[in-house]
Structures are given as structure tokens and as C-alpha cells.
């Protein structure tokens, strides 16, 4: 198939990822060209060439568009490389476009295509994506759900089609049988409040376990005033690893801390944690219970510190065998692109019944730029 792919533009779908939704991105187009496909991936551009990149946003995009009135130029920028791609794409030439992006114009604009889309729900809903969705449901896009939980999120919205659980590259995070002999543990993911890593520094700290940090700052004043003055001594900041050098990191870590702060949608690091052996200890919010069970972690009550340390310290004598299995059984990516391939043949083979609906369904206007920016999103990159 020829398959355009749409990515999410705040970041390089490109290693150190950001965050899990550009590893995910990366991942998918990487093991459909693979498998031969004829993939082209648009994303911003710095991205990662060896995918069929297309990049369609960079620093010029906004030359010819007047700033005067944009308090916001990532937005600007965002929306008119998207109304761009959407406009082009609408020549044709793809059998199916995946949208991974958490933008409202490729889903607002999918009945202008002359293929399918398929879009991946990434998150539970904000406004913008929102009323991108609703201004397709039934018609223009086919939904997939990361979990259960963003399905049951997304279910007073629209009916999502499947629910494909995010795999991972299990070889790029190999199994180790035996953790560092010096005891550690270990967090990590982007530096941003909604990822709670105080929460980790301070149930570490009560466990008397180093804790190691690995990730990219992506909130300064969160980082400036809740973190940094906590570093050193038995709290490590790594930077940020790629994924050669933090697989090594968490397979010497005797458990992982996962402590969201909001519903995850998926928590593509606990899959990695456990791909190495290594027992998890979470908040119990979103999608963590769909990966984790007894043999191979602890959920905690969200926000309870004390809950966190108690779940850590059960989780210290798990079987790393377990853990490696529940990654084999649940979390590779093979399955996730097996799913992926059968969605997408099923609409290509449907698609000429659907177009007929579009073309009696009432014309989906573009969303306009033009509102507050209390509210735009907070978008949030899936980890």
C-alpha cells in the first residue's frame, strides 16, 4: 500500500524522542516500510529522512503570513502547515492516511480526501481535537483508541472503530536477568508536572533507594523549582538518553516508577521497563492497569506517595523472567502493525460506500485559527 502517515509537529519524529507518541510514530512508519510499504511521513524537519520524510514544518512557514496579531506563532505555524499537507493531500495518490497528529485540521479535513484516513487517538479529549472529531463522527475518519481507557474517554464523542494497543521495539530494550548489583531505581519520561516525578524523587527517598532520572526538561519552571534543587546525592539526573543508552539504565534499575498525574493514555515506558525485566510500581490512572498485573508490578492510589513506596517495595523481589514475559505476550509492535495492516484494508475495501456517504453528508468547514488562546490545548506527548 502507499500510506501517508501524519505526524504530530511539536517535535522531531527522530531519536532522543520526546516523548512516546513520537517513538510510536517513529516505530509505526519504520516497520510498515519494512514490511514494503511505500510510507511518507510528514513531520516537522528534523525528523528522522530515512522514513519517507515529507517535512512540512519549519521557521519559514509563517514568511508570507502577517504576525502582528499572533500571540501564539507555534499555532500559526502548526495550522497552516497542516491546512497545507490537507489541501495537497487532497490531490490523492495514497490508498490510506494515518493520522497520529493531536491537531484538529487533519481529522476536520479528512472528508476532503480521496482515500480513507485513519486516525489514532493518542489522548483522552481536549477542545480543539475535540471539535475536529465531531465534525467527522460516522463519516470522514476511522478511529483507533491506544487503550481502553482513551476509548472510554472518547466514547461520549464518537464510537471509536478498535482499541491497538501501542507496541514497542522489544529488541531495542533487551532482557536483563540481573539488575546493577549496586541497588537503584529509576524514573523517567519528559520533565513536565503532569508526569509527577516529584512524586518518584519523594517515594524513593522514603524507600532509602538512589533514585535515576532520565528524560528531556520540557517544563522549566516545573524543573527550576520542584526538581533541580533535589538533585545530587542519591537523586542522579542522566539528561536526556537514546535509546541504546536508557534501555541500559533501566535494565540495571531494580524497579521503575511510574507516577502520572493525569490519565495516561498508554505508558509506552512501562512496556520498555518491563521488556527489560524490570518490575514497575505505578500510579494507578489511564491505561496502567491494561498493561500491568500482579506478576509484574504494583498500582498504587494516584497521588499517594506513601501508596507508591509501599507498591515499590512489593515489587523488588517480582520475577524479571515475568516481566520480560508480559512484555513478549502484550507489548510487541508486531501486533500492533498486524492491526494496523488489517484496518487499513478494511477501509480501502470499504472506502468506495463511504465516499458515497461524504458526498451526501453536509461540507466539513476547516476549522479557523482564530480562537482565544485560553483554548488551545495543552497538548501533551503521549509516553
Same mark, same amino acid.
Given at each position: ?278 518490575? =514497575?510500581?505505578?500510579?494507578? $490512572?489511564? @491505561? ?7 506478576? *509484574? #508490578?504494583?498500582? !498504587? /492510589?494516584? %497521588? ?10 512489593? =515489587?523488588?523481589?517480582?520475577? $524479571?523472567? @515475568? ?7 502484550? *507489548? #510487541?509492535?508486531? !501486533? /500492533?502493525? %498486524? ?15 463511504? $465516499?458515497? @456517504? ?26
Amino acid at each position: 500500500m502507499r500510506i501517508g502517515v501524519i505526524a504530530h509537529l511539536k517535535h522531531p519524529i527522530a531519536e532522543p524522542f520526546a516523548g512516546g507518541l513520537e517513538s510510536h510514530t517513529h516505530l509505526l512508519a519504520r516497520r510498515l516500510r519494512d514490511r514494503g510499504h511505500d510510507v511518507v511521513l510528514y513531520a516537522s524537519t528534523r525528523s528522522d529522512p530515512a522514513l519517507g520524510l515529507e517535512a512540512i514544518c519549519d521557521e519559514t512557514a509563517l514568511a508570507d503570513v502577517g504576525l502582528a496579531e499572533a500571540g501564539d506563532v507555534a499555532f500559526f505555524t502548526e495550522h497552516h502547515a497542516y491546512l497545507d499537507l490537507m489541501r495537497r493531500l487532497s490531490g490523492g495518490g495514497f490508498d490510506v492516511v494515518h493520522n497520529n497528529a493531536l491537531h484538529y485540521l487533519p481529522v476536520a479535513m479528512a472528508g476532503a480526501l480521496p482515500c480513507p484516513m485513519v486516525t489514532t487517538l493518542h489522548t483522552p479529549p481536549f477542545c480543539w481535537l475535540e471539535s475536529g472529531v465531531r465534525a467527522n463522527v460516522g463519516l470522514r475518519s476511522r478511529f483507533v483508541a491506544v487503550s481502553q481507557a482513551v476509548a472510554r474517554a472518547w466514547s461520549p464523542i464518537t464510537p471509536v472503530d478498535r482499541v491497538i494497543l501501542n507496541g514497542i521495539d522489544l529488541a531495542r530494550f533487551p532482557f536483563s536477568p540481573e539488575p546493577d548489583p549496586a541497588p537503584y531505581l529509576i524514573w523517567y519520561g519528559r520533565i513536565v508536572p503532569e508526569k509527577g516525578l516529584h512524586h518518584a524523587i519523594d517515594a524513593a527517598a522514603r524507600l532509602g533507594l538512589p533514585l535515576r532520572i532520565a528524560g528531556p526538561v520540557s517544563d522549566d519552571a516545573y524543573f527550576s523549582t520542584l526538581i533541580a534543587p533535589r538533585l545530587g546525592g542519591p537523586v542522579q539526573w542522566l539528561g536526556h538518553l537514546d535509546q541504546t543508552a536508557l534501555a541500559r539504565e533501566i535494565a540495571g534499575a531494580r524497579a521503575f516508577l511510574c507516577t502520572p498525574c493525569w490519565e495516561e493514555p498508554y505508558g509506552l515506558v512501562v512496556a520498555e521497563a518491563l521488556a527489560c525485566g524490570t518490575p =514497575v510500581a505505578a500510579f494507578d $490512572r489511564g @491505561a496502567m492497569s491494561e498493561i500491568l498485573d500482579d506478576r *509484574c #508490578g504494583r498500582l !498504587a /492510589a494516584p %497521588d499517594d506517595v506513601d501508596a507508591l513506596a509501599r507498591a515499590a517495595r512489593q =515489587v523488588l523481589d517480582l520475577s $524479571r523472567q @515475568a516481566c520480560r514475559r508480559r512484555a513478549l505476550e502484550h *507489548c #510487541g509492535v508486531d !501486533a /500492533a502493525i %498486524d492491526a494496523y495492516e488489517a484496518c487499513y484494508g478494511a477501509e480501502v475495501a470499504r472506502w468506495p460506500d463511504r $465516499r458515497a @456517504a461524504a458526498e451526501r453528508a453536509p461540507a466539513v468547514r476547516a476549522a479557523a485559527p482564530g480562537l482565544r488562546s485560553a483554548e488551545r490545548p495543552s497538548e501533551r506527548a503521549v509516553a
